[in-house]
Nanobody
Framework: QVQLVESGGGLVQAGGSLRLSCTASGRTSNYYTMGWFRQAPGKEREFVAGITGFTWTGGNTHYADSVKGRFTISRDNAEKTVYLQMNSLKPEDTAVYYC??????????WGQGTQVTVSS
């Protein structure tokens, strides 16, 4: 089982930037697909961005329409870390952000996530 720890959240003004990190440990050798998700209060968890591939290096990226052009997902093979660079943040981006070894919200082992709050 892979363990994932999210970090990097915080409070930022609208238009600002944050970079989230998701560090994997444990049995990571098969987890080449990674995704970022978010859940705002009173709303269901939704897919934000994902990266696929056959190794921990590079891969194809995928984004929700709501973040396309503003968010960038990437990963560091040596650090077994997946990043989410978030630019031009909007108040509607406020949520708890999670990572998972999938691009589906139908995942059972969510971590604690990291809170992102964007003030207007």
């Amino acid at each position: 089982q892979v363990q994932l720890v999210e970090s990097g959240g915080g409070l930022v003004q609208a238009g600002g930037s944050l970079r989230l990190s998701c560090t994997a440990s444990g049995r990571t050798s098969n987890y080449y697909t990674m995704g970022w998700f978010r859940q705002a209060p009173g709303k269901e968890r939704e897919f934000v961005a994902g990266i696929t591939g056959f190794t921990w290096t590079g891969g194809n990226t995928h984004y929700a329409d709501s973040v396309k052009g503003r968010f960038t997902i990437s990963r560091d093979n040596a650090e077994k870390t997946v990043y989410l660079q978030m630019n031009s943040l909007k108040p509607e981006d406020t949520a708890v952000y999670y990572c998972a070894p999938t691009m589906s919200t139908n995942y059972q082992y969510w971590g604690q996530g990291t809170q992102v709050t964007v003030s207007s």
